[in-house]
């Protein structure tokens, strides 16, 4: 049963949400082709207990990213895409015993990019950060893989020794984004051929109410357009056959315009969402979930056959605040929102590619 302090906090909180998402700023964006505001702000780092590291592939548009919780940090997972690519996964699930997770990697490379938890966990051995298993420090990696094996040389992808150099960039400071890390290869709007898409990104953000914070990072390489909810605007997505316009894939599929063939799991949007409030597991699932309604706002069609969208979620308990699930699950929507948008807007143009702001000004 809830304390009197425990209901007020609750109430309160969940009145100020709203207010708080709304009282975010916006940092200006400049491109080549032009300049967006990036809306909201912040970074999953502001979330206490959370470093972040990227690595970014040089020879090729790919790369991987990580986010450590040195003191452990609960973990939970939702799975939506029909495509997915992960590793520990099981795990998570809040009926199986282990109870702390010590690093989430969000890495390029399809199936191949797993390895790069490897050198995650060969970082973490050295720093004596897992279990403790008398012999050695075990630490739990759980991870998620996006496809970008279509842009540049398919065999570079990231390893091992990725994982590592993420870890050893990894800061407390705001998360780098748009085409770094994960999100170096990432591309949107693909129903219709990589030759109409656009260039995702990876994007982070926060949000902090009645004293806890929730905070979002996300590699968007979806299938699907990416919009303002605020307005419908598309952002980034798949354009018409001459390149010079947004098609608006939603409509198109409605008008009865659909792709003749796509790669099955040749996208996927991977991201975590974290919060310095105490969580169980059961809750850290429950608001990867509702995690997912963020996604679901910016992203049109999402969750398809032809992606693997996963998204984890993390609880460090720093604040010392119990959770208020109703609560997170709003914030933690509203940051992957702020993020997905931030994603592409950070994003730059690459080779046959043009990014969003070449087309929003």
Same mark, same amino acid.
């Given at each position: 049963?809830?304390?009197?302090?425990?209901?007020?906090?609750?109430?309160?909180?969940?009145?100020?949400?709203?207010?708080?998402?709304?009282?975010?700023?916006?940092?200006?964006?400049?491109?080549?082709?032009?300049?967006?505001? +990036?809306?909201?702000?912040?970074?999953?780092?502001?979330?206490?207990? +959370?470093?972040?590291?990227?690595?970014?592939?040089?020879?090729?548009?790919?790369?991987?990213?990580?986010?450590? @919780?040195?003191?452990?940090?609960?973990?939970?997972?939702?799975?939506?895409?029909?495509?997915?690519?992960?590793?520990?996964?099981?795990?998570?699930?809040?009926?199986?015993?282990?109870?702390?997770?010590?690093?989430?990697?969000?890495?390029?490379?399809?199936?191949?990019? +797993?390895?790069?938890?490897?050198?995650?966990?060969?970082?973490?051995?050295?720093?004596?950060?897992?279990?403790?298993?008398?012999?050695?420090?075990?630490?739990?990696?759980?991870?998620?893989?996006?496809?970008?094996?279509?842009?540049?040389?398919?065999?570079?992808?990231?390893?091992? &020794?990725?994982?590592?150099?993420?870890?050893?960039? &990894?800061?407390? =400071?705001?998360?780098?984004?748009?085409?770094?890390?994960?999100?170096?290869?990432?591309?949107?709007?693909?129903?219709?051929?990589?030759?109409?898409?656009?260039?995702?990104?990876?994007?982070?953000?926060?949000?902090?109410? #009645?004293?806890?914070?929730?905070?979002?990072?996300?590699?968007?390489? &979806?299938?699907?357009?990416?919009?303002?909810?605020?307005?419908?605007?598309?952002?980034?997505?798949?354009?018409?056959?001459?390149?010079?316009?947004?098609?608006?894939?939603?409509? @198109?599929?409605?008008?009865?315009?659909?792709?003749?063939?796509?790669? #099955?799991?040749?996208?996927?949007?991977?991201?975590?969402? *974290?919060?310095? &409030?105490?969580?169980?597991? @059961?809750?850290?699932?429950?608001? *990867?979930?509702?995690?997912? =309604?963020?996604? #679901?706002?910016?992203?049109?069609?999402?969750?398809?056959?032809?992606?693997?969208?996963?998204?984890?979620?993390?609880?460090?308990? *720093?604040?010392?605040?119990? @959770?208020?699930?109703?609560?997170?699950?709003?914030?933690?929507?509203?940051?992957?929102?702020?993020?997905?948008?931030?994603?592409? +807007?950070?994003?730059?143009?690459?080779?046959?590619?043009?990014?969003?702001?070449?087309?929003?000004?």
């Amino acid at each position: 049963m809830e304390t009197d302090v425990q209901q007020q906090w609750n109430r309160r909180a969940f009145m100020m949400v709203a207010a708080g998402a709304a009282a975010a700023g916006s940092m200006p964006a400049q491109g080549a082709g032009g300049a967006a505001a +990036l809306p909201g702000g912040g970074s999953i780092t502001d979330v206490a207990g +959370l470093r972040v590291g990227h690595y970014t592939e040089t020879r090729r548009p790919t790369g991987c990213t990580v986010i450590i @919780a040195d003191a452990g940090a609960t973990g939970g997972v939702d799975v939506r895409g029909a495509a997915p690519g992960t590793r520990e996964t099981d795990l998570l699930n809040p009926i199986n015993m282990v109870d702390k997770v010590h690093a989430i990697v969000l890495t390029g490379g399809s199936a191949f990019g +797993l390895d790069a938890a490897s050198g995650v966990m060969r970082y973490l051995e050295e720093k004596k950060i897992g279990f403790d298993v008398g012999v050695a420090f075990v630490p739990i990696v759980p991870s998620a893989v996006l496809f970008d094996l279509g842009v540049g040389d398919a065999s570079v992808r990231p390893d091992a &020794a990725a994982g590592y150099q993420a870890c050893r960039a &990894a800061t407390a =400071d705001a998360a780098q984004e748009g085409n770094v890390g994960a999100g170096a290869g990432a591309t949107v709007g693909k129903l219709y051929g990589p030759q109409r898409a656009m260039k995702g990104g990876i994007g982070s953000a926060s949000l902090t109410v #009645a004293g806890v914070t929730v905070g979002a990072i996300v590699a968007v390489n &979806a299938v699907g357009d990416v919009l303002d909810p605020a307005t419908g605007r598309i952002l980034a997505g798949a354009r018409t056959a001459d390149g010079r316009t947004l098609h608006d894939t939603r409509a @198109a599929i409605l008008a009865g315009d659909l792709p003749k063939s796509m790669r #099955a799991g040749a996208a996927t949007t991977i991201g975590a969402v *974290a919060t310095d &409030a105490r969580l169980t597991k @059961a809750e850290a699932q429950k608001i *990867a979930g509702m995690a997912h =309604d963020g996604l #679901a706002r910016t992203i049109n069609p999402i969750h398809t056959m032809l992606d693997g969208d996963t998204i984890f979620a993390l609880g460090t308990g *720093a604040s010392g605040n119990t @959770a208020n699930v109703m609560l997170l699950g709003v914030m933690a929507a509203e940051a992957m929102a702020i993020a997905v948008q931030r994603a592409v +807007l950070a994003a730059r143009a690459i080779e046959g590619y043009p990014a969003a702001v070449d087309f929003v000004g």
